[in-house]
């Protein structure tokens, strides 16, 4: 009899023992599952980061090559008004050397 109670004593050990050990089996799932959870929010909020650090690049190259573009353009507009204004003091020198060799020929 004393033999069965203590083999009774050490299956109600290990049963509790057993019963221990899948609470704490649960509870390493339970982090386990729960730090997977935290990791993929960080891995998230990294890409998300990514993307907008490449978009903000983005942008700042597309701004860049506006401004050089609008740049180009206004020494466009420039190198047009100098022709223009060359153009325009060439007309008015050959306009008043036709009119001074007009001038001439008249006294002659």
Known sequence: KY???SWQ?????LLAAEEERKRMIELEDQKLSDQRSR????KRETR??????????RK??????QNIREAE?????KEIQRKILLRDRETH?????????TLELQAQ
């Not at 700042?60 to 090559?65: N, P």
């Not at 353009?73 to 507009?77: A, E, N, T």
């Not at 020198?93 to 060799?101: G, Q, T």
């Open 60 to 65: 700042r190259y597309l701004e860049q090559q």
């Open 3 to 5: 033999e069965e109670e």
């Open 73 to 77: 353009i206004k020494r466009m507009d």
């Open 93 to 101: 020198e050959a306009i008043e050397d036709v009119e001074l060799r």
């Open 39 to 42: 990791l993929a929010a960080m």
């Open 48 to 57: 998300m980061k990514e993307l907008k650090a490449l978009d903000d690049t």
């Open 9 to 13: 004593r050490q299956q109600d050990l």
